[in-house]
């Protein structure tokens, strides 16, 4: 199987050389998407300057969202099977071997990384509980962590989810459109190591995914 790796990147001059390298060691057919969503630190020059194959640099000349960034590289992608990638350093690709073996048995058509969040910050770490017991009780699901960033999927579905949101309420989206479609989502414990400074806020970013999971319910926008 072909892999390919989305990266959506905004100011990570400090780790996009160091994740890309991470992705580089990996045993895996992999190709990687980096989209650069207008940086306005060294970003950019860092990764026009790295010398690694099968990496697609793409780059917007407007701030657009973490959503939008993803839209784009999935447009781009070639692989059979996609995954996203954060930039900073929460996320180990190491893991990608246990979340693609459910895949390659034939147990799991889409799989989700499992973070132990108990190294996060009280608000955050409640508010993604929330997210995850609400996105169960609506959609009649059972996973255990909505808002990971690691959501493995076959690249055929997740372009024919039609993804429309642009900033942090993609994860509630991709979730909700899987589940509508009947998928069931397959839960892999993963290693997560979260950073002190976040750029997702609990209340600018909470809010529009709880909206998210309610819109994608009861719309026809939840399955085309």
């Known amino acids: 199987m072909r892999l390919s790796v989305l990266i959506p990147v905004f100011n990570e ?14 045993p895996l057919e ?13 970003t950019w ?15 917007h000349d407007a701030n657009q969202g973490k959503g939008a960034a993803i839209r784009t590289a999935l447009k781009a992608a070639t692989g059979d099977w996609i995954i996203i990638q954060d930039a900073d350093l929460e996320y180990d690709p190491f893991d990608f071997p246990k979340l693609i073996e459910p895949i390659v048995e034939g147990r799991a058509k889409v799989v989700y990384g499992v973070r132990n969040l108990t190294g996060q910050k009280p608000l955050m770490r409640y508010g993604n509980q929330l997210l995850t017991f609400l996105t169960n009780l609506l959609y009649g699901s059972r996973i255990a962590d909505m808002e990971t960033c690691y959501k493995l999927l076959p690249r055929n579905l997740a372009l024919d989810l039609q993804l429309e949101c642009n900033r942090f309420d993609l994860e509630p989206e991709i979730t909700a459109k899987v589940l509508r479609r009947g998928y069931h989502i397959y839960d892999v414990p993963i290693s997560y190591q979260p950073r002190e400074q976040k750029k997702l806020s609990p209340w600018k970013d909470g809010l529009p995914a ?15």
């Open 210 to 224: 709880l909206r998210a999971l309610v819109r994608y319910r009861f719309s026809g926008n939840g399955k085309h």
């Open 45 to 59: 020059q860092i990764l026009k300057s790295l010398d690694v194959p099968g990496i697609t640099r793409l780059r």
């Open 13 to 26: 001059e400090e780790s996009l050389e160091r994740i890309v390298a991470r992705l580089a060691e990996l």
């Open 30 to 42: 992999i190709e990687m998407v980096v989209v650069d969503d207008c940086s306005t630190d060294k």
